[in-house]
C-alpha cells in the first residue's frame, strides 16, 4: 500500500509560480519512479511530467516543457513540480501517482496512467488571466 499527499496548489496569476509537494509513504521511496498528471472537469487525465528513482531521467508533457521541472528529495521522501510562468490553460486538478516496484519506463518516461498504481487525492491549481 501507498499513501500519497498533494499540496501546494492554490490561485495565482498569471505569470506566476507555484510548487506543488507530494509526500508519500509506505513504499521504498528510493526505488520508485513517479509521475505528475493533471485533469480539467470532462477530460481525461494528461501528462505533466514523469521522474525516476534516482532522478537522473526527467520528462515532461510539451505543453509544459521549459517551464516545469520535477524533483525528488529521497531522504524526505518527497516529489516537486515547480510551476513557473503559469498560464490560464495550466488551470486543473493535479495528480501524484507511483509506478509499480518494477515496472520498467522507457526513456521517454511513464506517460499513460495505467503505468501507475497508486494515486494522490489531487490539489487544485487555477491561473486567473
Known amino acids: 500500500q501507498v499513501q500519497l499527499a498533494e499540496s501546494g496548489g492554490g490561485l495565482v496569476q498569471a505569470g506566476g509560480s507555484l510548487r506543488l509537494s507530494c509526500a508519500a509513504s509506505g513504499r521504498t521511496f528510493s526505488s520508485s519512479s513517479f509521475g505528475w498528471f493533471r485533469q480539467v472537469p470532462g477530460m481525461d487525465l494528461a501528462f505533466v511530467s514523469h521522474?525516476?528513482?534516482?532522478?537522473?531521467?526527467?520528462n515532461y508533457a510539451d505543453s509544459v516543457k521549459g517551464r516545469f521541472t520535477i524533483s525528488r528529495d529521497n531522504a524526505k521522501n518527497m516529489v516537486y513540480l515547480q510551476m513557473n510562468s503559469l498560464k490560464p490553460e495550466d488551470t486543473a486538478v493535479y495528480y501524484c501517482a507511483a509506478v509499480p516496484l518494477g515496472y520498467y519506463c522507457s526513456g521517454f518516461g511513464c506517460r499513460s496512467p495505467d503505468e501507475y498504481d497508486y494515486w494522490g487525492q489531487g490539489t487544485q491549481v487555477t491561473v486567473s488571466s
Open positions: 521522474i525516476n528513482w534516482s532522478g537522473h531521467n526527467t
